[in-house]
């Protein structure tokens, strides 16, 4: 089934890939799954365990733990069939959806896990407009086949309809529910056979009325189930790789997470089918991932992951060259040489020292504040990747001291907080105080907890009287007119881009309509230096 060939060649070799999916589908039980296979645990539950140990040794997680979610996202890379595999963690609340969608801005590929009783959901619609936006080949698994499921005709034909993503199922479930019993592949008529607790080996079979499939069924359900196989195999499309590079096209794989069913053909897949790292455009040009100078951005800042170090990790990910550890970057929004020390690599149980990553690789870097989300580090030259988006905030806040005298000491903290991307936060020009913004009302939460954990400042919320923010942009002189004619509902975001405020949808409508030379938009693609 082999399309690639197999290569030392470290960019061919690599597949860096998010799991986009609605909660409760079975992404973690997948995730333990792609670890176990990649030998990165030995354990399925690891993944769970280590979040666990995770949060009771970090404060500000005290959240997490009261309500039994991650907001953590994190890399983890294995190797598998000659492949080195980045999987970019994301995280599963809704509210931090932002966190989410800069991730994807990492990825070259997803996969997009359904349940097979429930089909697309609300989460996984959103996240795949995003991965759509950015071309990301998806390859869909269909999880918890042991279970009742829908129809898996009904199922295609949702993803086909609701996605507009044409599909071509490279294995077909043969029975359902308790009477699953494993897979066809529909191009090489061979069979897995559900096992107890490993994966097994395909077996060659003489199309689907071979007597061994029969073998498997209930006798009362074989004849259908049979029927259904013809028919998926005279039905549906076959798979084309060109149109699933160009995101047109999704390979469908059924299995179950749980019973350790269908994650080698899915893994497989990525290797065999999933795009190598590919590369990106900066604003002044675009840049090959097989350049041979290094260039990569950040995505993502972490703080406090070792409370012992109250350390702050930057995301990076490498998007050509080499990266050695020890070599001398330039942080091209300052424009400042920095030093790369101790780029990390993540596993499910620990960390390592990266001492040199490629094209596609995630490193972490400590630092104490230098780097930004949407940063870009390179040899030398001034490049600004574009693709991590910030996305307007759905609920507006002025933050509440209780103390007047920690007055500075909270704007360090906000900027800080704002750098890191927990929210974001908007001055208003006529010099009022900093409102904060977020996407999800858990984030304030957050907010709340880390300024008292990690700053000693007890804070809280009051309602601002704007409802809306967009960033506007216009030509220079017209802009300028549009920011003098509001200095109270006009602010500047971290980076001094303007966002004007709006107390309605009403009042956002009516400035639209008098301002037409003014673009108000909900979401800053990429970030530029201060102004
Ligand atoms: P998520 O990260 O997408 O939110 O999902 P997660 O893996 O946590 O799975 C959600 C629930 O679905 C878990 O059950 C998990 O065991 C179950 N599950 C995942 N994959 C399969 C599958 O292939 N078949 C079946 N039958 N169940 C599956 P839970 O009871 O909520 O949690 P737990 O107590 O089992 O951990």
């Known amino acids: 089934m082999s399309t690639q060939p197999r290569t030392e060649d470290p960019v061919t070799r690599r597949r860096t890939f998010a799991i986009i999916s609605h909660p409760d589908a079975g992404k973690t039980t997948l995730t333990e799954k792609l670890l176990l296979f990649g030998g990165a645990i030995q354990l399925a539950g690891e993944v769970r365990a280590k979040a666990n140990r995770r949060q009771t040794r970090s404060d500000w997680m005290g959240i997490e733990r009261e309500r039994g979610i991650s907001v953590v996202t994190s890399v983890m890379t294995f190797e598998h069939a000659g492949c080195v595999f980045n999987l970019l963690d994301t995280p599963g609340h809704e509210d931090f959806s932002e966190d989410t969608y800069r991730t994807l801005s990492a990825v070259d590929s997803a996969v997009m896990v359904i349940d097979a009783a429930r089909g697309i959901e609300s989460r996984t619609r959103k996240l795949f407009e995003v991965c759509r936006l950015r071309d990301i080949p998806i390859v869909t698994f269909v999880n918890k086949m042991d279970r009742e499921t829908r129809d898996p005709f009904d199922l295609l034909d949702e993803i086909e309809k609701v996605l507009a993503l044409d599909t071509a199922p490279v294995t077909w479930p043969i029975g359902r529910g308790r009477a699953f019993a494993g897979t066809y592949d529909l191009a090489h008529s061979m069979i897995r056979k559900l096992d107890s607790d490993v994966e097994a080996p395909m077996l060659p079979v003489d199309g689907p009325r071979d007597p061994a499939i029969r073998a498997l069924l209930p006798s009362h359900e074989a004849d259908a189930a049979i029927d259904e196989l013809e028919l998926a195999r005279e039905a549906c499309k076959p798979f084309d790789r060109d149109a699933f590079l160009e995101g047109h096209l999704t390979p469908v794989f059924f299995g179950s997470a749980l019973r350790t069913f269908g994650v080698a053909d899915l893994i497989n897949a990525l290797a065999d089918f999933a795009p190598p790292p590919r590369g990106l455009q900066a604003e002044s040009r675009f840049v090959d991932a097989r350049e041979a100078k290094m260039t990569g951005f950040v995505f993502k800042i972490q703080a406090n992951m070792d409370p012992n170090h109250r350390d702050r990790i930057a995301f990076m990910r490498v998007s050509s060259g080499k990266l050695t550890r020890g070599m001398k970057a330039k942080l091209v929004r300052t424009g400042k040489p920095m030093a790369l020390n101790a780029p990390q690599f993540f596993f499910a149980q620990e960390r390592a020292l990266a001492e040199q990553a490629f094209a596609g690789d995630v490193v972490g870097i400590p630092n104490h504040g230098t780097l930004r989300i949407g940063d870009t580090l390179t040899e030398g030259e001034d490049l600004v990747f574009r693709g991590v988006p910030s996305f307007a905030p759905e609920i507006l806040r002025r933050v509440k001291l209780n103390d007047a005298m920690k007055a500075k000491k909270l704007k360090e903290a906000l900027q800080q907080m704002a750098e890191e991307g927990v929210?974001?936060?908007?001055?208003?020009?006529?010099?009022?105080?900093?409102?904060v913004g977020v996407v999800g009302a858990l984030q304030l939460d957050v907010l709340v907890e880390r300024l008292q954990v990690?700053?000693?400042?007890?804070?809280?919320?009051?309602?601002?009287?704007?409802?809306?923010?967009?960033?506007?942009?216009?030509?220079?002189?017209?802009?300028?007119?549009?920011?003098?004619?509001?200095?109270?509902?006009?602010a500047e975001d971290l980076d001094g881009a303007p966002v004007f405020l709006a107390s309605s949808a009403f009042t956002l409508r009516y400035e639209q309509e008098r301002w037409p030379q003014v673009t108000f938009s909900d979401i800053k693609d990429y970030q530029r230096a201060a102004v």
């Open 423 to 435: 929210v974001q936060t908007f001055v208003p020009y006529d010099g009022a105080g900093a409102i």
């Open 454 to 490: 990690e700053y000693g400042l007890p804070v809280t919320f009051e309602s601002s009287r704007f409802e809306i923010a967009r960033w506007v942009t216009a030509e220079p002189l017209e802009l300028r007119k549009f920011l003098d004619a509001y200095p109270s509902s006009t």
